[in-house]
């Protein structure tokens, strides 16, 4: 078991609102059209990085017929806008790194709202590659504490080949390389064990432990600022706030 980051139970809450507004819908919905450029087939058989799209979008309870108009705008039917994939590198509160992942038509306005919501809420953007390296890119499937147990699970993952378990709080986190991202997550569909999520995400190779509420207030701040952005895709950093702080900030 490694260190586990709780942050990453913020993102999913963080998620679960955001659909209430409409805009997670909106992000899977790029992402979708993304897959399908980038993976030159609008059969999810055929191009695993839309398959993960789609199942993303099922796990956060897209309308089937929403898939399916993206899949075709994206293919050329209706027509599709491109989208250019651009990573942003940033310090916030504390020293804690924060990986942006955009998806936007207009780069000078990406860039431009990614560095006001960093400068407004105490960080700075940074130059490319400074804060990279501090993560790997991992295959992630999220698991439901309330549904497994962490010996059961742990026997299943060591038998999909997938190489480490974390605890989230709220989940486990199974983790493998990108290359045996397909296989894993074949075993559990085909053994009909339900995941939370699967996706390909930027795991921190270290953790920055916040114990004060201020700096803890500080950073989700500025998490939830990034993450508003329509053109942020995903937000990755590397904080780890303890339960008992988290239940004492109030945004």
Known sequence: MSGHSKWSTIKRKKGAADAKRGKIFTKLIKEIVVAVKTGGSSDPDANPKLRTAVLNAKANSMPKDNITRAIKKAAGEDGATDYMEIIYEGYGPAGVAFLVEALTDNKN???????????????????????????????????????????????????????????????????????????????????????????????????????????????????????????????????????????????
Request: hydrophobic residues 40%.
């Open 109 to 251: 306005r990406a860039v431009g709202e990614i560095r006001h919501a960093f400068s407004k809420n105490g960080g700075n953007l940074g130059k490319n590659g400074s804060i990279a390296w501090m993560f790997q890119r991992k295959g992630t499937l999220e698991f439901d504490k309330e549904k497994f147990d962490e010996e059961g699970l742990m026997e299943h993952m060591l038998e999909s080949g997938a190489e480490d378990m974390t605890d989230e709080g709220t989940s486990w986190q199974i983790l493998c390389e990108v290359a045996e991202f397909e296989n894993v997550r074949q075993y559990f569909d085909d053994n009909s064990i339900e995941y939370l999520s699967a996706t390909i995400a930027m795991i921190p190779e270290n953790f920055v432990e916040i114990k004060d509420v201020e700096t803890a207030t500080k950073l989700l701040k500025l998490f939830d600022a990034l993450e508003d952005l329509d053109d942020v895709q995903n937000l990755y950093a590397n904080f780890d706030i303890p339960e008992e702080v988290q239940a004492q900030v109030e945004l």
